[in-house]
């Protein structure tokens, strides 16, 4: 039945994906990985959706709105940090003490994700197919995967991280 259910929704998760995600500036492929993990767990939970096309149409709005509070929260910065040549030895070593820090983190991290991140903070700045190929794993799941593996990792380094103060 599971099986039946998930040849059946593929193409409809494939339209609905390909139709909504470029309005969030996401890849079809991360939103489409978005849904089946929410399906899956929804199976696992609750069993088959009683109307599954109505409830992957409603899955792939709620990934959409998702999407969009976090990229609303998630800025670019405007430069990198580490090209700031103007600093003095002290701020030279404390960026260092940051960028170990980040890495004995990450290598703390549970499940492939050391290796993820590890291949994202690579010098070499591989392209997605890269780390996809080096890692195994497909390339449109590379989005969700370390989306999910930062979470990870910021709550492992919460503890270690002073909380941002509101200002007023």
């Given at each position: 039945?599971t099986h039946d ?99 004995e983190a990450v ?15 690579s010098p070499e ?44």
């Open positions: 039945m259910l998930l040849t059946d929704l593929g193409p409809l998760l494939t339209a609905e994906a390909f139709a909504e995600a470029h309005a969030t500036g996401t890849e079809p492929g991360d939103l489409e990985q978005a849904v089946w993990l929410r399906l899956l767990e929804h199976l696992a939970t609750d069993g088959p959706p009683p109307d599954p096309q109505s409830w992957l149409r409603r899955a792939v709005r709620a990934e959409v709105r998702r999407t969009r509070r976090t990229t609303r929260f998630e800025q670019p910065y405007d430069t990198d940090p580490a090209d700031d040549r103007d600093r003095g030895p002290e701020q030279l070593a404390l960026a260092a003490a940051r960028r170990r820090a980040l890495r290598h703390r991290l549970p499940g492939r994700c050391a290796r993820l991140l590890d291949a994202f903070l700045d591989p392209t997605y197919r890269q780390i996809a190929g080096e890692l195994g794993i497909s390339q449109g799941s590379l989005g969700p995967e370390r989306s999910r593996c930062l979470g990870c990792l910021r709550r492992l380094l919460a503890p270690e991280v002073a909380a941002r103060q509101l200002r007023g």
